[in-house]
Protein backbone atom coordinates (compact mmCIF):
# COMPACT_ATOMS: atom_id res chain seq x y z
CA UNK A 1 0.00 0.00 0.00
CA UNK A 2 1.51 3.42 -0.87
CA UNK A 3 -0.11 6.89 0.53
CA UNK A 4 -0.69 9.74 -1.90
CA UNK A 5 2.62 11.31 -0.06
CA UNK A 6 4.36 9.22 -1.93
CA UNK A 7 3.76 10.96 -5.09
CA UNK A 8 4.55 14.64 -6.38
CA UNK A 9 2.04 17.14 -7.65
CA UNK A 10 3.26 16.04 -11.10
CA UNK A 11 2.21 12.61 -10.64
CA UNK A 12 -1.20 13.66 -8.72
CA UNK A 13 -1.83 15.91 -11.72
CA UNK A 14 -0.86 12.97 -14.45
CA UNK A 15 -3.07 10.88 -13.14
CA UNK A 16 -6.20 13.50 -13.03
CA UNK A 17 -5.29 13.64 -17.21
CA UNK A 18 -4.96 10.14 -17.46
CA UNK A 19 -8.40 9.53 -16.29
CA UNK A 20 -10.64 12.00 -17.13
CA UNK A 21 -8.86 14.04 -20.54
CA UNK A 22 -7.27 11.34 -22.05
CA UNK A 23 -6.35 12.29 -25.66
CA UNK A 24 -6.70 10.68 -28.84
CA UNK A 25 -4.33 11.53 -30.96
CA UNK A 26 -1.19 9.79 -32.46
CA UNK A 27 1.31 11.04 -30.00
CA UNK A 28 -0.97 11.30 -26.74
CA UNK A 29 1.98 11.32 -24.21
CA UNK A 30 3.47 14.31 -26.24
CA UNK A 31 0.17 16.28 -25.85
CA UNK A 32 -0.09 15.34 -21.85
CA UNK A 33 3.21 15.97 -21.82
CA UNK A 34 2.53 19.61 -23.18
CA UNK A 35 -0.23 19.90 -20.84
CA UNK A 36 1.86 19.38 -17.91
CA UNK A 37 4.85 21.08 -18.68
CA UNK A 38 6.83 17.52 -18.90
CA UNK A 39 8.94 16.04 -21.85
CA UNK A 40 6.91 13.36 -23.57
CA UNK A 41 9.94 10.18 -22.65
CA UNK A 42 9.27 11.93 -18.82
CA UNK A 43 5.65 11.20 -18.90
CA UNK A 44 5.80 8.07 -20.11
CA UNK A 45 8.67 7.11 -17.56
CA UNK A 46 6.22 8.25 -15.14
CA UNK A 47 3.47 6.32 -16.02
CA UNK A 48 5.50 3.20 -16.56
CA UNK A 49 6.55 3.75 -12.45
CA UNK A 50 3.02 4.81 -11.34
CA UNK A 51 1.70 1.07 -13.05
CA UNK A 52 4.87 -0.25 -11.24
CA UNK A 53 3.13 1.05 -8.64
CA UNK A 54 0.24 -0.64 -9.15
CA UNK A 55 -1.51 2.87 -8.87
CA UNK A 56 -2.54 2.64 -12.45
CA UNK A 57 -4.58 -0.82 -13.49
CA UNK A 58 -4.51 0.31 -17.46
CA UNK A 59 -5.40 2.62 -19.90
CA UNK A 60 -8.05 1.40 -22.39
CA UNK A 61 -11.50 2.16 -23.51
CA UNK A 62 -14.61 1.88 -21.68
CA UNK A 63 -17.39 0.92 -23.89
CA UNK A 64 -21.06 0.72 -23.66
CA UNK A 65 -21.91 -2.57 -22.80
CA UNK A 66 -25.72 -2.20 -24.01
CA UNK A 67 -24.50 -0.56 -27.03
CA UNK A 68 -22.71 -3.42 -27.70
CA UNK A 69 -25.07 -5.89 -27.99
CA UNK A 70 -24.27 -7.27 -24.31
CA UNK A 71 -26.44 -7.79 -21.70
CA UNK A 72 -25.26 -7.47 -18.36
CA UNK A 73 -26.44 -6.78 -14.59
CA UNK A 74 -25.23 -6.93 -10.87
CA UNK A 75 -25.38 -10.20 -9.21
CA UNK A 76 -25.79 -11.00 -5.48
CA UNK A 77 -25.16 -14.30 -4.25
CA UNK A 78 -25.16 -15.83 -0.42
CA UNK A 79 -22.83 -18.49 0.63
CA UNK A 80 -21.68 -20.20 3.78
CA UNK A 81 -18.36 -18.67 5.06
CA UNK A 82 -16.82 -21.79 4.18
CA UNK A 83 -18.01 -21.66 0.88
CA UNK A 84 -17.42 -18.26 -0.51
CA UNK A 85 -13.43 -18.56 -1.47
CA UNK A 86 -14.14 -21.82 -3.86
CA UNK A 87 -17.09 -20.17 -5.13
CA UNK A 88 -15.64 -16.73 -5.62
CA UNK A 89 -12.63 -18.29 -7.50
CA UNK A 90 -15.16 -20.30 -9.93
CA UNK A 91 -17.28 -17.11 -10.43
CA UNK A 92 -13.86 -15.71 -11.44
CA UNK A 93 -13.27 -18.14 -14.60
CA UNK A 94 -16.55 -17.27 -16.18
CA UNK A 95 -15.12 -14.60 -18.97
CA UNK A 96 -18.27 -12.15 -18.92
CA UNK A 97 -17.98 -11.87 -14.67
CA UNK A 98 -15.71 -8.44 -14.59
CA UNK A 99 -15.62 -6.97 -10.88
CA UNK A 100 -16.65 -9.98 -7.75
CA UNK A 101 -16.21 -8.68 -4.48
CA UNK A 102 -17.06 -10.05 -1.09
CA UNK A 103 -19.31 -7.38 1.15
CA UNK A 104 -20.70 -7.77 4.18
CA UNK A 105 -24.29 -8.28 3.79
CA UNK A 106 -26.06 -11.42 3.74
CA UNK A 107 -25.84 -11.96 0.10
CA UNK A 108 -21.70 -12.40 0.28
CA UNK A 109 -21.23 -12.35 -2.71
CA UNK A 110 -21.37 -9.42 -5.33
CA UNK A 111 -20.32 -9.31 -8.75
CA UNK A 112 -21.45 -8.14 -12.58
CA UNK A 113 -21.51 -10.48 -14.84
CA UNK A 114 -21.89 -9.86 -19.01
CA UNK A 115 -23.08 -11.95 -22.06
CA UNK A 116 -22.93 -11.20 -25.43
CA UNK A 117 -25.15 -11.15 -28.29
CA UNK A 118 -27.46 -14.32 -28.45
CA UNK A 119 -26.55 -15.15 -24.77
CA UNK A 120 -29.21 -15.65 -22.17
CA UNK A 121 -27.88 -13.66 -18.94
CA UNK A 122 -30.55 -14.94 -16.94
CA UNK A 123 -29.61 -18.70 -17.87
CA UNK A 124 -25.50 -17.94 -17.57
CA UNK A 125 -26.96 -16.89 -13.63
CA UNK A 126 -28.88 -19.75 -12.91
CA UNK A 127 -25.56 -22.26 -14.72
CA UNK A 128 -23.43 -20.32 -11.88
CA UNK A 129 -25.84 -20.92 -8.93
CA UNK A 130 -25.86 -24.42 -9.65
CA UNK A 131 -22.80 -24.97 -10.16
CA UNK A 132 -21.74 -23.14 -7.00
CA UNK A 133 -24.62 -24.72 -4.63
CA UNK A 134 -25.38 -20.92 -3.48
CA UNK A 135 -27.67 -20.58 -1.16
CA UNK A 136 -29.42 -17.65 -2.59
CA UNK A 137 -29.11 -15.29 -5.17
CA UNK A 138 -30.52 -12.40 -7.04
CA UNK A 139 -30.29 -10.34 -10.27
CA UNK A 140 -30.06 -6.61 -10.00
CA UNK A 141 -29.78 -5.13 -13.76
CA UNK A 142 -30.05 -1.39 -14.00
CA UNK A 143 -33.52 -0.12 -15.02
CA UNK A 144 -32.32 3.35 -14.90
CA UNK A 145 -28.78 4.72 -14.69
CA UNK A 146 -28.20 8.26 -13.24
CA UNK A 147 -24.63 7.91 -13.35
CA UNK A 148 -21.28 5.99 -14.20
CA UNK A 149 -17.65 7.46 -14.15
CA UNK A 150 -15.17 7.01 -11.64
CA UNK A 151 -12.24 10.02 -11.93
CA UNK A 152 -10.58 10.33 -8.82
CA UNK A 153 -8.85 13.89 -8.13
CA UNK A 154 -5.64 13.22 -6.63
CA UNK A 155 -4.53 17.00 -6.21
CA UNK A 156 -7.78 17.77 -3.61
CA UNK A 157 -8.05 14.20 -2.41
CA UNK A 158 -11.32 13.91 -3.21
CA UNK A 159 -13.61 11.66 -5.54
CA UNK A 160 -14.25 14.24 -8.34
CA UNK A 161 -16.24 12.18 -10.70
CA UNK A 162 -18.20 13.76 -13.76
CA UNK A 163 -21.85 15.24 -13.60
CA UNK A 164 -24.57 13.56 -15.00
CA UNK A 165 -24.91 16.76 -17.48
CA UNK A 166 -20.95 15.48 -18.85
CA UNK A 167 -22.23 12.26 -20.12
CA UNK A 168 -23.37 10.89 -22.94
CA UNK A 169 -27.45 10.38 -23.54
CA UNK A 170 -26.13 6.81 -24.19
CA UNK A 171 -24.86 6.34 -20.41
CA UNK A 172 -27.84 7.84 -18.99
CA UNK A 173 -30.81 5.91 -20.99
CA UNK A 174 -31.15 2.22 -21.55
CA UNK A 175 -33.37 2.75 -24.44
CA UNK A 176 -30.71 3.24 -27.02
CA UNK A 177 -30.78 0.29 -29.28
CA UNK A 178 -27.52 -1.63 -29.96
CA UNK A 179 -25.58 -0.08 -32.58
CA UNK A 180 -25.24 -2.84 -35.60
CA UNK A 181 -21.27 -3.19 -35.84
CA UNK A 182 -19.29 -4.49 -38.84
CA UNK A 183 -16.06 -6.84 -38.54
CA UNK A 184 -13.71 -3.94 -38.76
CA UNK A 185 -15.80 -1.98 -35.74
CA UNK A 186 -15.72 -5.54 -33.62
CA UNK A 187 -11.65 -5.87 -34.45
CA UNK A 188 -11.11 -2.14 -33.50
CA UNK A 189 -13.02 -2.65 -29.80
CA UNK A 190 -10.72 -5.70 -29.51
CA UNK A 191 -7.99 -3.37 -30.12
CA UNK A 192 -8.53 -0.27 -28.11
CA UNK A 193 -9.97 -2.43 -24.85
CA UNK A 194 -5.95 -3.96 -24.42
CA UNK A 195 -3.89 -1.87 -22.32
CA UNK A 196 -2.32 0.55 -24.17
CA UNK A 197 1.67 0.40 -24.68
CA UNK A 198 3.68 3.00 -23.20
CA UNK A 199 5.61 3.97 -26.12
CA UNK A 200 5.78 7.71 -28.24
CA UNK A 201 2.77 6.04 -31.03
CA UNK A 202 0.86 3.72 -28.82
CA UNK A 203 -2.49 3.93 -30.98
CA UNK A 204 0.04 2.99 -33.92
CA UNK A 205 1.71 -0.15 -32.10
CA UNK A 206 -1.54 -0.79 -31.54
CA UNK A 207 -3.20 -0.71 -35.02
CA UNK A 208 -0.34 -2.74 -36.33
CA UNK A 209 -2.35 -5.33 -35.07
CA UNK A 210 -5.14 -4.74 -37.39
CA UNK A 211 -3.27 -4.11 -40.52
CA UNK A 212 -4.40 -0.10 -39.96
CA UNK A 213 -2.52 3.03 -39.53
CA UNK A 214 -2.21 4.19 -35.74
CA UNK A 215 -4.31 7.02 -37.73
CA UNK A 216 -6.98 5.84 -38.67
CA UNK A 217 -7.85 3.46 -35.26
CA UNK A 218 -7.77 7.08 -33.16
CA UNK A 219 -10.01 7.98 -36.01
CA UNK A 220 -12.58 4.87 -35.40
CA UNK A 221 -11.96 5.15 -31.51
CA UNK A 222 -13.02 8.69 -32.01
CA UNK A 223 -16.27 7.98 -34.17
CA UNK A 224 -17.32 5.42 -31.47
CA UNK A 225 -17.55 8.08 -28.46
CA UNK A 226 -19.03 10.34 -30.41
CA UNK A 227 -21.66 7.51 -31.39
CA UNK A 228 -21.92 6.95 -27.46
CA UNK A 229 -19.95 3.33 -28.15
CA UNK A 230 -17.17 4.09 -26.39
CA UNK A 231 -18.02 6.09 -22.87
CA UNK A 232 -14.53 7.11 -22.58
CA UNK A 233 -11.06 6.47 -22.97
CA UNK A 234 -8.87 6.81 -20.19
CA UNK A 235 -6.94 4.89 -17.01
CA UNK A 236 -8.50 2.96 -14.22
CA UNK A 237 -6.93 3.19 -10.97
CA UNK A 238 -6.44 1.12 -8.32
CA UNK A 239 -8.51 2.88 -6.10
CA UNK A 240 -7.12 1.77 -2.77
CA UNK A 241 -3.26 2.24 -4.16
CA UNK A 242 -4.37 5.84 -5.01
CA UNK A 243 -5.30 6.95 -1.44
CA UNK A 244 -9.46 6.28 -1.83
CA UNK A 245 -9.03 3.72 0.72
CA UNK A 246 -13.20 3.47 1.37
CA UNK A 247 -15.08 2.91 -1.53
CA UNK A 248 -19.01 1.59 -0.13
CA UNK A 249 -22.16 1.22 -2.24
CA UNK A 250 -25.11 1.82 -0.20
CA UNK A 251 -28.16 0.62 -0.82
CA UNK A 252 -31.75 2.63 -0.55
CA UNK A 253 -35.16 2.43 0.08
CA UNK A 254 -36.60 5.13 -2.21
CA UNK A 255 -40.99 5.84 -2.88
CA UNK A 256 -41.25 5.15 -6.59
CA UNK A 257 -42.75 8.69 -6.83
CA UNK A 258 -39.19 10.12 -5.43
CA UNK A 259 -36.92 7.95 -7.18
CA UNK A 260 -36.08 10.06 -10.31
CA UNK A 261 -35.22 13.51 -7.96
CA UNK A 262 -33.31 11.38 -5.67
CA UNK A 263 -31.57 9.35 -8.25
CA UNK A 264 -30.51 12.76 -10.00
CA UNK A 265 -29.37 14.46 -6.59
CA UNK A 266 -27.26 11.75 -5.57
CA UNK A 267 -25.69 11.51 -9.36
CA UNK A 268 -24.73 14.77 -8.61
CA UNK A 269 -22.72 14.78 -5.89
CA UNK A 270 -18.84 14.38 -6.69
CA UNK A 271 -17.97 11.24 -4.60
CA UNK A 272 -20.74 9.39 -6.10
CA UNK A 273 -19.26 7.34 -8.83
CA UNK A 274 -22.38 5.33 -9.53
CA UNK A 275 -26.20 5.55 -9.34
CA UNK A 276 -28.88 3.16 -10.74
CA UNK A 277 -32.45 1.87 -10.08
CA UNK A 278 -32.20 -1.78 -9.91
CA UNK A 279 -35.28 -4.14 -9.35
CA UNK A 280 -36.98 -4.72 -5.91
CA UNK A 281 -38.13 -7.81 -4.32
CA UNK A 282 -39.58 -9.09 -1.06
CA UNK A 283 -36.78 -9.71 0.84
CA UNK A 284 -34.88 -6.65 -0.85
CA UNK A 285 -36.41 -3.31 -0.78
CA UNK A 286 -33.80 -1.33 -2.14
CA UNK A 287 -34.35 0.38 -5.66
CA UNK A 288 -31.36 2.76 -5.81
CA UNK A 289 -27.97 2.00 -5.71
CA UNK A 290 -24.59 4.58 -5.48
CA UNK A 291 -21.21 4.04 -4.98
CA UNK A 292 -19.66 6.07 -2.94
CA UNK A 293 -15.58 6.68 -2.34
CA UNK A 294 -13.36 8.74 0.14
CA UNK A 295 -10.11 7.96 1.65
CA UNK A 296 -11.46 6.94 4.95
CA UNK A 297 -14.43 4.41 5.82
CA UNK A 298 -15.54 7.38 8.28
CA UNK A 299 -15.46 9.85 5.62
CA UNK A 300 -17.79 7.36 2.92
CA UNK A 301 -19.89 6.84 6.38
CA UNK A 302 -20.01 10.95 6.35
CA UNK A 303 -20.93 11.72 2.82
CA UNK A 304 -23.58 9.00 2.89
CA UNK A 305 -25.43 10.05 5.80
CA UNK A 306 -25.54 13.64 4.37
CA UNK A 307 -27.10 12.21 1.17
CA UNK A 308 -29.86 10.84 2.74
CA UNK A 309 -30.20 13.47 5.02
CA UNK A 310 -30.58 16.02 2.07
CA UNK A 311 -33.66 13.91 0.76
CA UNK A 312 -35.11 12.41 4.19
CA UNK A 313 -34.02 8.98 3.00
CA UNK A 314 -33.17 7.08 6.04
CA UNK A 315 -33.71 3.19 5.44
CA UNK A 316 -30.41 2.38 3.73
CA UNK A 317 -27.58 -0.30 3.91
CA UNK A 318 -23.41 0.53 3.33
CA UNK A 319 -21.68 -2.71 1.74
CA UNK A 320 -18.41 -2.72 2.10
CA UNK A 321 -15.95 -4.57 0.18
CA UNK A 322 -14.41 -7.06 2.17
CA UNK A 323 -12.29 -8.74 -0.31
CA UNK A 324 -11.39 -8.15 -4.23
CA UNK A 325 -11.70 -11.31 -5.63
CA UNK A 326 -11.46 -9.52 -9.31
CA UNK A 327 -11.85 -6.50 -11.17
CA UNK A 328 -11.20 -5.76 -14.55
CA UNK A 329 -12.77 -4.71 -17.88
CA UNK A 330 -14.95 -6.85 -19.63
CA UNK A 331 -13.40 -8.03 -22.66
CA UNK A 332 -15.82 -8.20 -25.78
CA UNK A 333 -15.95 -9.93 -28.85
CA UNK A 334 -13.66 -12.63 -27.86
CA UNK A 335 -14.02 -16.29 -26.78
Not at 119 to 143: D, F, G, H, Y
Not at 170 to 183: H, V
Request: net charge positive.
Amino acid sequence: MIAQSDMDTADKALLNVLQSSFPLTQHPFAEIGRRLGIAEDATIKRIGVLKAKHVVREISAIFDTHRLGYNSSLVAMRFSPEALLQAAHHINRHPGVSHNYSRDNYFNLWFTLAVGPGSNLECEVMKLAEETQTCAWRVLPALRVYKIGVSFDMLSGEGACPSPSTLSPATRQLSAEPQPLTDMDKAAVRLLQQDLPLCPQPFEALAQGLGLSGKALVSKAASMQEQGIMRRYGAVLHHRRAGFKANGMAVWQVPQDQLELVGKTFAAHPSVSHCYQRPTFPDWPYSLFTMVHATTKEGCNGIIRSLGDSMGISRYQVLYSQTEFKKTRVRYFVE
